[in-house]
């Protein structure tokens, strides 16, 4: 514990399990000093498993679909209540699309899925922080993570509409990071995370093949959600201040990896 966040207030959605990347993310901030409001969908708090997180972090639940501007625009001025103050940091972990879940490949999605996939995982990042700005909810220097995947860059066939929408998301931060930067010095990035054990990364057809499959590729292995979420610390923290627009890769250095020895082996490759 080094109290990075000490004196810091956050709002934290996407906490759904002791799996999500969001509930490390929770856990670490609590550890570093800060008191935030947590939230989610409110179909995905009947399974009530954040009330434990709540309790355990001290902190209070307000539930919001991330496609509502009302329930966004409420999110926003009920956490400023609660807290006592404007917000330091927001953490966007928040991720659906219907055309993964349903199994359908990309070549034949589903539009009224993938469009449903643009507004609860992207256009959802552009809600909250143009309801930030208008209330003038963030205090200068605050500063605005949202988790992100390499198949924004780069092909992976099982990632289908997400590629996209993902793409779509560091686009916003970069867009949106501009205004809030000049205005009020707010700062905004996409961290681009591992293959993670979580209920929306193990929705994905082929996940646990390609979560090993990274594995044997990053030199450092993949990050899990537990340094994902030190990783968010960090850029909450005011040691990050000058740090925004950027789209970080937080992924045992797989990105930067064009093959690995170990995967050489496993193809059967032998050195001449
Ligand atoms: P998760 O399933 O624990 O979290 C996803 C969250 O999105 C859930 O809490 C869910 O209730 C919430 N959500 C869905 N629809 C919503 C809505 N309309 N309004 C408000 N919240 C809504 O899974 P995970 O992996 O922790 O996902 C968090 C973020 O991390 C997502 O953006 C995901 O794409 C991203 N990510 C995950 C990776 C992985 O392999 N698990 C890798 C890279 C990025």
């Given amino acids: 514990m080094y109290n990075l966040l000490k004196g810091k207030r956050g709002i934290i959605t996407g906490a759904l399990d002791q799996n999500s990347i969001a509930w490390k993310v929770a856990e670490k901030a609590h550890e570093e000093g800060a008191t935030f409001v947590l939230t989610n969908?409110?179909?995905?708090?009947?399974?009530?498993?954040?009330?434990?997180?709540?309790?355990?972090?001290?902190?209070?639940?307000?539930?919001?679909?991330?496609?509502?501007?009302d329930d966004l625009t409420n999110l926003f001025i009920q956490s400023q209540e609660i807290l006592g103050g404007k917000i330091d940091f927001v953490l966007h972990s928040i991720g659906m699309s219907v055309n993964?879940?349903?199994?359908?490949?990309?070549?034949?999605?589903?539009?009224?899925?993938?469009?449903?996939?643009?507004?609860?995982?992207?256009?959802?990042?552009?809600?909250?922080?143009?309801?930030?700005k208008k209330l003038d909810a963030i205090n200068e220097g605050g500063s605005v993570v949202a988790l992100s995947y390499m198949a924004a860059q780069r092909?992976?066939?099982?990632?289908?509409?997400?590629?996209?929408i993902k793409a779509m998301l560091e686009s916003i931060a970069r867009s949106f990071g501009y205004y809030y930067g000049l205005e009020k010095k707010v700062r905004i990035n996409t961290v681009s995370q591992s293959p993670t054990k979580t209920t929306a990364g193990s929705g994905i057809k082929g996940f646990g093949d390609f979560y090993d499959y990274a594995d044997a590729i990053a030199p450092l292995g993949n990050a899990d959600a537990a340094s994902c979420a030190d990783y968010c610390i960090t850029l909450f923290s005011d040691?990050?201040?000058?740090?925004?627009?950027?789209?970080?890769?937080?992924?045992?250095?797989?990105?930067?990896?064009?093959?690995?020895?170990?995967?050489?082996?496993?193809?059967?490759?032998?050195?001449?």
């Fill in 41 to 69: 969908a409110p179909v995905a708090m009947r399974m009530g498993e954040i009330n434990a997180l709540a309790e355990k972090t001290n902190a209070q639940i307000v539930p919001a679909d991330a496609t509502n501007v």
């Fill in 100 to 132: 993964i879940r349903k199994k359908i490949p990309y070549t034949e999605s589903n539009y009224d899925y993938f469009l449903k996939g643009i507004d609860v995982s992207a256009l959802s990042f552009h809600k909250m922080l143009a309801i930030a």
């Fill in 155 to 164: 092909t992976y066939p099982f990632y289908t509409d997400m590629a996209d």
């Fill in 239 to 272: 040691l990050t201040r000058m740090v925004t627009m950027q789209n970080l890769f937080h992924d045992g250095g797989y990105s930067s990896t064009g093959v690995s020895d170990v995967v050489m082996q496993k193809m059967g490759i032998e050195e001449k």
